[in-house]
């Protein structure tokens, strides 16, 4: 069985402000009873938060058999990270200024130099001659870039208000990856 996981990202939050953003988020959770306290091994090459009692109140869904896997954690990020969706493929890589698809184009590079701090990340439309730094490009499927997320590992389906109850925690917009390994 594969698993399934959804990163939401907040891509406006700065290096400086990721820690205490987490202590926050980590607070909601907690207080709420959606994650438990202790970190454990629930999480692929991390620790991570297992589900607590509440945890079904944000879902619409949950996967069937659940509580038998292994992996059912929630993973905590605060520290510089492109969220994709597991090497699933891309369909497009949209410039932000004309729309125009690069993904033949050469923007893998910049990705690197974003992620690693080495260079400019910025990407040269092949249409229109813009540009932008490889963060501001529409990536379909969804692909996040920020300092602060939160991967849920095979939780299910969300309900929608969940997303605004953690965007009025965090107080920035906050953009969802689906990812499956």
Known sequence: MSDHYISIVSEKTNPTDAQELAKRIFSYLTEKKII????????????????AENFGA???KQNEGFWDLKTNGVEIITERTVFENGGNGLEQVKC??????????????????????????LVKCSNCSSKNS?????????????????IFWN?????????TDLEKVIGTELKVVYGKL
């Open 58 to 60: 944000i879902l619409e």
């Open 96 to 121: 932000p200024n004309c729309g125009q698809n690069q993904i033949e184009e050469n923007w893998e590079n910049s990705l690197d130099h974003w992620y690693t701090k080495s260079d400019s990340d």
């Open 155 to 163: 939780w299910g389906k969300f309900k929608s208000h969940f997303f």
């Open 36 to 51: 438990q306290k202790e970190l454990s091994d629930c999480v692929l090459g991390s620790t991570g938060h297992r589900p």
């Open 134 to 150: 490889i963060t501001k490009f529409d990536f379909k499927p969804n692909w996040g870039f920020g300092n602060f997320g939160l």
